[in-house]
């Protein structure tokens, strides 16, 4: 039988909100344990909470970008469960009327455009954090009580990890144009829950799923689809019936494991928190944030290719992520020539950032800087081999690229004189060559090429090198 693997999705994404959902305490990530707390984000009896504007502002950014429909109505509920890293022993989240729902994210897969459907996006607060590293024992670090989440559910839209990879980089990329959140994985800013089940393929039916909960990074999700669907498929050839449980990923190990079976909403006795006012949002509200939602990835990739003339693939490339978007413009705004910009931007950057383990955003040339270089390579004051070299150096040093060609001497050797006498004596000093051209091979002008670069250090401008190596051949050939 051919199975067919069946994903939904549930992301977690932290809002960058400088306050908490509730109350004043700061969301700053990394500070000391439980000092952003206070008698509301601890959940102290007789507190009362007070909804956070912004967000309710970003969570309707975030439903907008994902083409939901924002609810006019819709109200906070109290889910009851007992964890150690949630004192209040309740989330408040939403239940049954989430702020935005009905939304579509188009991801591309192998050129084939595919839809996949937004269920539901709630508002809801973060639990702290269980710290197991000490010897003595677990530690809880409240801090994260009340850090403002947008859940993003999806329909079970997904049919393997290359797909659910797809669109969860789509979502991030998303969510990172419109400035709701820095989806920060490293930092917890951005989780990723996998629902998945097995089915015959051509099936229109379900088959029982598991849930693998936080997944914080790509290369975590796929491994854990992987192997999960691995699991299913031997547990269904052996006959048995899958259990609808929560599982626990380990990304060191490489394994899954049962955590508890998959409890219902009814478990949670979600009843309409007494302490909040319902969201009433109105009509221009929402048009206002449409108005100001900035230009979106797909549409960025679009313009790319019609205002730029650039393939589609550097379009999609520059446009993974707003910063490396913004440079590029910044970039083409002072120098008008998208391809070689993007040539240099995809090809001779990552590797460099790599080397310095350097996030785009914190590269140290600027775009200015970068047009310069890239003036020297198009006016051949300097070989593209030399713009590489000048490249490393701008990275290492900050300097202008001007002034690193000054103090190497990179610059071309384009003068004539200065260039034949040196080829005049390579050429003399390899008779051999110019016998094998003369008898009708070509291959020892590379050779005398070669010689000519190696002469003056790289610096001869090939082409004029190019030249003059075959009027001087040419004249011992007689
Ligand atoms: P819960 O709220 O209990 O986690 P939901 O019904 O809201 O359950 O579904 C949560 C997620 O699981 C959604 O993303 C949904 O698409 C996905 N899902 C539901 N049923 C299945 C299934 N049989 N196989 C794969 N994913 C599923
Ligand atoms: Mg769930
Ligand atoms: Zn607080």
Known sequence: MEYEIVIGMEIHVELGTQTKIFCACP????????????????????????????????????????????????????????????????????????????????????????????????????????????????????????????????????????????????????????????????????????????????????????EMKNLNSFRALVRAVHYESKRQILELKKGHRIIQETRKWDDTKGT???????????????????????????????????????ELPEAKKRRYIKEYKLPEYDAGVLTATGILATFFEDAVAVYNEPKQISNWLMVEIPPLLKEK????????????????????????????????EVLKVMFDTGKNPGDIVKEQGLAQMSDTVELEAIIEKIVAANPKSVEDIGSGSDKAYGFLTGQVMKATKGQANPQVANEIIRAVVAKHLG
């Open 27 to 210: 969301t700053e990530f990394g500070a000391e344990e439980n000092t952003h707390t206070c008698p509301v984000c601890l959940g102290m009896p007789g507190v009362l909470p007070v909804l956070n504007e912004k967000v309710v502002e970003y969570a309707t950014r975030t439903g907008l970008a994902l083409n939901c429909e924002i609810a006019h109505y819709s109200k906070m509920d109290r889910k009851n469960y007992f964890y150690p890293d949630l004192p209040k022993a309740y989330q408040t989240s939403q239940f049954d009327l989430p702020i935005c729902t009905g939304g579509v994210v188009e991801i591309d897969v192998d050129g084939v455009t595919k839809e996949i459907g937004i269920t539901r996006i709630h508002i809801e607060e973060d639990a702290g954090k269980l710290l197991h590293e000490s010897s003595e024992g677990t530690l809880v670090d409240v801090n994260r009580c009340g850090v403002p989440l947008v859940e993003i559910v999806t329909e079970p839209d997904m049919r393997s990890a290359e797909e659910a990879k797809i669109f969860a980089e789509k979502v991030r990329n998303i969510l990172e144009y419109t400035g709701v959140s820095d989806c920060k994985m490293q930092e917890g800013s951005m989780r990723f829950d996998v629902n998945l089940s097995m089915r015959e393929k051509g099936s229109l039916v379900l088959g029982t799923r598991t």
């Open 256 to 294: 899954s494991s049962a955590l508890r079976s998959k409890e219902e909403a009814h478990d949670y006795r979600y009843f309409p928190e007494p302490d909040l006012v319902p969201i009433i949002i109105e009509e221009d509200y929402i048009a206002k944030i449409k108005a100001n939602l900035p």
């Open 357 to 388: 383990e350097l996030a785009m955003e914190n590269i140290s040339i600027t775009p200015v800087q970068l047009v310069e270089l890239l003036k020297l390579v198009k006016n051949n004051t300097i070989s593209g081999t030399s713009g590489k």
